[in-house]
């Protein structure tokens, strides 16, 4: 354990002058620029952001302003977690992290209704019911008051449905209704690993296939974290799911939009994010809809742009 020389007056100061321009906010956590430490961590119960982490154990350590953990565990929602993770303060009212973690075989709904995080990242477990394990890699930011900024989140992973219970997702209910198969209101999604990927506030999902009855559906697609869906669905037909047809999946999670026999979705805007001034330049939007005439003078025109950029460099070649 190492104090070096030097205090961190500088810091002190910019944390007052934040306390007075953002007097609503709490701040970010501050880590000394001075303090170098490492420590075997060992606690029974410790409380962060309204959960309980217990049985904390592994090695925690300050650098150089930044926050480690490295193999910590915890029992979090009566399940053990392995986390890797690293913090650091930007400003005395922004902050950066990235973290790795691997949890097996939790409640979901425990989760659902413990874990802020999980009702704004995954809205769709409020539907879910069972156990699923989730290994998961994340960076972004915090704000002032040491809440995520989604926009800034980027990272993926993979969640196993291990033994799980989908009913009444709306979703998936809707696709039903649309073709007259009720199954679709309870699913069988046992042991369905489920990839994804997260950057600029949306979530892309990677192929999967499950059972509903005899027919074996496969989505992937888009979705965003203020519930907009940009899906595609290709419901498999006895006897292997080979052949089968298309559906897409626009709205959002509350009022989804069903086309059959459709492979043309309506794609999402991803939000844009500065990561310089931790500022969300624009969330992420429905993308505008076009007529065909609208998509084929768009396309003429980016032909006429492409076509007159390469006379532009063929000119600068015979210039030199």
Known sequence: MALKEGDNKDK???????????????????????????????????????????????????????????????????????????????????????????VADFDVQRAYKEIDMVREMATAAKDVKGIVSLDYK???????????????????GNVNLRDVEVKNLKMLSTIGDNIGANAFDNPDMKGVDIKTSINNNLIHVEPFTFKVSVLRPTISGTTSFNGLLDFRVRVGLPPAGWIGFPIVVTGTHEKPKIKIFSKTGQGIVEALYNTKSNKVIREEKRAEKKSRVQQRKDKEAQERKAEKAEKQIDKDLKKK
């Open 12 to 102: 002190s100061l910019a944390v007052e002058y934040a306390k007075e321009e953002h007097p609503k906010s709490s701040g970010v956590v501050i880590v000394p620029k001075n303090l170098d430490v490492a420590l075997e961590a060992n606690a029974k119960k410790v409380e962060f952001k309204g959960l309980g982490l217990n049985n904390l154990l592994g090695l925690a350590s300050v650098n150089k302003g930044e926050v480690y953990l490295k193999n910590a565990t915890f029992d979090i929602i009566g399940s053990r977690m392995k986390i890797d993770a690293r913090y650091q303060d930007e400003s005395p009212i922004t902050a950066n992290y990235d973290i790795a973690m691997k």
């Open 138 to 156: 994340l960076k972004g930011d915090f704000d002032s008051n040491m809440k995520p900024i989604y926009p800034s989140l980027e990272g993926g």
